[in-house]
C-alpha cells in the first residue's frame, strides 16, 4: 500500500535552514510527481513545490521561490524539500503527497512534520 513519511523537521531561527525528507513506497514512483503541502493553524492548506519524479518539472509557490528546493531521489524512492532564509511565516506542519494533474493531492498523504520558526 501507499505509504509517505516525512521527517526533518524542528524547530529553527529566522535565517536558518532545514531540509525535509519524504520517503515514498508502495506505489510505482517513477514518473509520478510529489508535492509538498504545508498549513499552519488558522490557514487553509498550501502547496509549497512539486516535483516530477523523473523529469526537470518543478514548481514552486511565489512565497518560497528561491528560498526553498525541491529535488528526488528516483534510488531511493525520497523527495526532498530543503528550507533556506527560513522566515516565521514559514512555520507549519509541511506534508507531502502524491499529486496529479496541475499539482491536485490524491488521497495518499504523509503524516506530516512540524517546521517552527522562532
Known amino acids: 500500500h501507499v505509504q509517505l513519511v516525512e521527517s526533518g523537521g524542528g524547530l529553527v531561527q529566522p535565517g536558518g535552514s532545514l531540509r525535509l525528507s519524504c520517503a515514498a513506497s508502495?506505489?510505482?514512483?517513477?514518473?509520478?510527481?510529489v508535492g509538498w503541502f504545508r498549513q499552519a493553524p488558522g490557514k487553509e492548506r498550501e502547496l509549497v513545490a512539486s516535483?516530477?519524479?523523473?523529469?526537470?518539472?518543478?514548481y514552486y509557490s511565489e512565497s518560497v521561490k528561491g528560498r526553498f528546493t525541491i529535488s528526488q531521489d528516483g534510488a531511493a524512492r525520497t523527495v526532498y524539500l530543503q528550507l533556506n532564509s527560513l522566515k516565521t511565516e514559514d512555520t507549519a506542519m509541511y506534508y507531502c503527497?502524491?499529486?496529479?494533474?496541475?499539482?491536485?493531492?490524491?488521497?495518499?498523504w504523509g503524516q506530516g512534520t512540524q517546521v517552527t520558526v522562532s
Open positions: 516535483t516530477h519524479t523523473t523529469y526537470d518539472y518543478t
Open positions: 508502495g506505489y510505482d514512483y517513477s514518473s509520478t510527481c
Open positions: 503527497a502524491k499529486v496529479g494533474m496541475g499539482w491536485v493531492p490524491s488521497n495518499y
